[in-house]
């Protein structure tokens, strides 16, 4: 138990989610428990994680989100186990937000993407079709962001776009998409900054510069592709080129990652396979699912044309997963290691009053936002 690793998970103590600070103690060895001097609250080793307060072991836990992660169906867990089959659906409620917290935190950061790509998948449920929208970068592998929506309209694209655009650097950057129309809308509308002048009212706001958007039409005849479009909507070719020879390598415009990239959700997640008889009960069971398998992909998968030349070890290469590509981790996560991954709360903010702050106000100002 080292407290110089940890943080207060209390949402209303300033010192929460910093650590290092010297406000971390021990309370009790035994029970795993730390102590906040500042708010005088005590919490475990598992507080904010998917292992809080289970009845369970960790590692049975572990086992079946695993297996839930890999495309096993939960009435097969039900079977082998002997567990409820709303326990079950709880820990899967449970691992889908803590991927999501985890993804938001480590992954939706600005990096240099240089060409990202972006696909829909039909999903059936239960009573209609939603809707699920991805996006990946292309160079590391690394899926991005994912939407849900009921239908495949501009708001479902939008959203999906703007959190791209949470992971974006300002650098020269390239979108490859089908040929759904509400992509460049939805790209035109996001990448934009304002322009500051200094003359009061909203400022205008200015595209940016070299941002190029390709789209691959495929033409079909009784279920077959006869026919590929390449199309370069915004941009250069040879911008265009330039980027996707940087990311890809050989090839041409293309929109086979992502493709792969919902071939691997399709067979984790049985509500997406073709021609199943799985259904989705709700938006938001389907929603948890996305993010869980998609934050094991990034995190604990390794991804074989990721592999690395190391040359002070003597295999031919070493396995790298798209987190690992990316720089966001150093090494493959275990299953584990990505349910008790502890995502600090957002920072305290000193709250707006009037006049001339308190003496104590003013000393939780100084040592925990200034």
Same mark, same amino acid.
Not at 179 to 193: K, N, P, Q, V
Not at 327 to 354: A, K, M, N
């Given at each position: 138990? $080292?407290?110089?690793?940890?943080?207060?998970?209390?949402?209303?103590?300033?010192?929460?989610?910093?650590?290092?600070?010297?406000?971390?103690?021990?309370?009790?060895?035994?029970? &795993?428990?730390?102590?906040?001097?500042?708010? =005088?609250?005590?919490?475990?080793?598992?507080?904010?994680?998917?292992?809080?307060?289970?009845? /369970? %072991?960790?590692?049975?836990?572990?086992?079946?989100?695993?297996?839930? #992660?890999?495309?096993?169906?939960?009435?097969?867990?039900?079977?082998?186990?002997?567990?409820?089959?709303?326990? !079950?659906?709880?820990?899967?409620?449970?691992?889908?937000?803590?991927?999501?917290?985890?993804?938001?935190?480590?992954?939706?950061?600005? =990096?240099? @993407?240089?060409?990202?790509?972006?696909?829909?998948?039909?999903? &059936?449920?239960?009573?209609?079709?939603?809707?699920?929208? @991805?996006?990946?970068?292309?160079?590391?592998?690394?899926?991005?962001?994912?939407?849900? %929506?009921?239908?495949?309209?501009?708001?479902?694209?939008?959203?999906?776009?703007?959190?791209?655009?949470?992971? #974006?650097?300002?650098?020269?950057?390239?979108?490859? /998409?089908?040929?759904?129309?509400?992509?460049?809308?939805?790209?035109?509308?996001?990448?934009? $900054?304002?322009?500051?002048?200094?003359?009061?009212?909203?400022?205008?706001?200015? *595209?940016?510069?070299?941002?190029?958007?390709?789209?691959?039409? &495929?033409?079909?005849?009784?279920?077959?592709?006869? &026919?590929?479009?390449?199309?370069?909507?915004?941009?250069? *070719?040879?911008?265009?080129?330039?980027?996707?020879?940087?990311?890809?390598?050989?090839?041409?415009?293309? /929109?086979?990652?992502?493709?792969?990239?919902?071939?691997?959700?399709?067979?984790?997640?049985? %509500?997406?396979?073709?021609?199943?008889?799985?259904?989705? =009960?709700?938006?938001?069971?389907?929603?948890?699912?996305?993010?869980?398998?998609?934050?094991?992909?990034?995190?604990?998968?390794?991804?074989?044309?990721?592999?690395?030349? $190391?040359?002070?070890? %003597?295999?031919?290469?070493?396995?790298?997963?798209?987190?690992? #590509?990316?720089?966001?981790?150093?090494?493959?996560? /275990? !299953?584990?290691?990505?349910?008790?991954?502890?995502?600090?709360?957002?920072?305290?903010?000193?709250?707006?009053?009037?006049?001339?702050?308190? =003496?104590?106000?003013?000393?939780?100002?100084?040592?925990?936002?200034?």
């Amino acid at each position: 138990m $080292d407290p110089a690793t940890v943080f207060c998970p209390n949402l209303v103590c300033p010192a929460r989610g910093q650590t290092g600070q010297g406000n971390i103690g021990i309370h009790s060895r035994k029970d &795993k428990r730390f102590i906040c001097t500042q708010c =005088r609250k005590t919490f475990t080793t598992t507080k904010g994680t998917v292992l809080y307060r289970l009845r /369970t %072991s960790a590692e049975l836990v572990v086992i079946v989100v695993t297996l839930l #992660a890999h495309g096993c169906p939960l009435q097969a867990i039900v079977a082998a186990f002997g567990f409820d089959e709303r326990t !079950v659906a709880a820990w899967w409620a449970r691992a889908g937000r803590q991927g999501q917290a985890v993804q938001e935190h480590l992954v939706e950061q600005p =990096r240099d @993407l240089g060409q990202v790509q972006a696909d829909e998948i039909r999903v &059936k449920r239960q009573g209609g079709i939603v809707w699920m929208a @991805l996006a990946m970068m292309v160079k590391t592998r690394l899926w991005l962001a994912g939407e849900v %929506s009921e239908h495949r309209d501009l708001p479902l694209i939008r959203r999906l776009i703007e959190r791209v655009y949470a992971c #974006a650097l300002h650098r020269p950057l390239l979108f490859c /998409t089908d040929g759904l129309c509400s992509y460049l809308r939805a790209i035109r509308e996001t990448f934009r $900054d304002p322009v500051r002048t200094g003359v009061q009212g909203r400022p205008r706001l200015r *595209p940016w510069r070299n941002l190029c958007i390709a789209q691959v039409v &495929k033409r079909y005849a009784q279920r077959r592709v006869v &026919k590929v479009e390449r199309r370069i909507v915004d941009g250069t *070719p040879a911008r265009v080129e330039t980027l996707r020879h940087r990311s890809q390598g050989r090839g041409v415009i293309n /929109t086979a990652y992502i493709e792969r990239l919902n071939a691997t959700f399709r067979e984790r997640l049985a %509500s997406l396979t073709r021609r199943g008889r799985a259904l989705a =009960r709700r938006t938001l069971t389907l929603r948890h699912g996305m993010y869980l398998i998609g934050t094991i992909y990034n995190f604990c998968t390794p991804h074989e044309s990721l592999r690395s030349a $190391d040359p002070a070890a %003597s295999v031919a290469g070493v396995e790298r997963t798209p987190a690992m #590509a990316a720089g966001i981790t150093d090494h493959c996560w /275990t !299953v584990r290691e990505l349910l008790s991954f502890h995502v600090p709360p957002p920072r305290w903010i000193p709250p707006r009053q009037r006049g001339r702050p308190s =003496r104590r106000l003013q000393r939780l100002v100084d040592r925990w936002y200034s």
